[in-house]
């Protein structure tokens, strides 16, 4: 699975330390890449302390959510794109869509999910963390 394109929209960064493109851009690959990788100590860092999913609400409930995911899959592959951001000072929020693929340790066929996914990003003590990530997906 690849990425896609994002679209920024609203406001840029402001100059009173708003998140850039860039910034939004690095935070979704470190995601991808610690997904895949099941480097819970990544995802750690990616997360700000009160944040919440559709089924978890903190930081440990949600890496220790991730780890379970983790300790019962061979592989993972995982895909965020079509994002579209609005940013508004130090908060960005992006509306996109993702596909993920796991297999399950000990079997060959994989599952593949795919639907819509939000993500609020806050820029919390100089760094962007997540803390807001929901998804719906189609079977």
């Known amino acids: 699975l690849s990425g896609g394109r994002m679209q920024f929209g609203g406001p840029g960064p402001e100059k009173n330390g708003g998140i850039s493109d860039t910034e939004l851009l690095s935070l979704i690959t470190r995601l991808t890449v610690a997904y895949e990788d099941g480097d819970s100590k990544t ?28 300790n019962v899959t061979e592989q993972r592959k995982m895909a965020l794109y079509d994002i579209s951001w609005w940013r508004e000072g130090t908060m960005a929020l992006g509306q996109g869509r993702f ?24 820029k919390l003590n100089g760094a962007p963390q997540i803390t807001q990530l929901y998804h719906h997906y189609y079977q």
Do not use: M
């Open 99 to 122: 596909e993920v693929r796991v297999t399950e340790k000990g079997e060959t066929a994989s599952s593949l999910y795919s639907g819509d996914v939000i993500v609020r990003v806050e």
């Open 43 to 70: 995802l750690e860092n990616l997360f700000a302390a009160r944040a919440q999913t559709n089924s978890e609400a903190g930081r440990r409930a949600i890496v220790k959510s991730y780890r379970r995911l983790f």
